[in-house]
């Protein structure tokens, strides 16, 4: 599974929180956030047809207008990109990827500690 962009997960992000939605829904919902900045609808409908066609939506037509859907839950889209990480970038090596880990310093001290001590039994 290929990772997704940042306006692309962004997106996806959104429906798998609130569910099925239309490109009007989206276009409304993520141009309210105040911290980004405002997208024409045609951008979001671009974006939610191209999800369509890398499988990651499902386009149905509804009343109006048509309505978009995951079709890969959430769960499933970070475990792929988790185990992405681990093959490509830490040779499949789980002690490598937490050993990344507990260098983070994003992660609290204790929490990297854990790590730590998981690696170096």
């Known amino acids: ?7 692309q997960l962004r997106i996806m992000h959104h429906i798998w929180k609130t569910g099925p939605c239309t490109v009007q829904e989206m276009h409304a919902a993520m141009n309210a956030i105040q911290a980004t900045r405002s997208l024409a609808y045609t951008t979001f409908l671009t974006v939610l047809r191209n999800l369509t066609k890398r499988g990651f939506l499902n ?5 109006r207008a048509h309505v978009f859907m ?10 792929a990109m988790v185990r992405q990480v681990r093959r490509e970038l830490c040779g499949g090596d789980v002690a490598v990827l937490l050993g990344y880990l507990a260098l983070d310093e994003e992660i609290a001290v204790v929490k990297r500690q854990l790590i730590q001590a998981m690696t170096n039994p």
């Not at 386009?59 to 009343?63: A, I, T």
């Not at 079709?71 to 499933?76: A, F, K, N, V």
Request: aromatic share 4%; net charge positive; charged share 30%.
């Open 70 to 79: 995951p079709l890969i839950d959430e769960r499933t889209y970070k475990l």
């Open 1 to 7: 599974m290929e990772p997704l962009g940042r306006l």
């Open 59 to 63: 386009q149905v037509k509804g009343n």
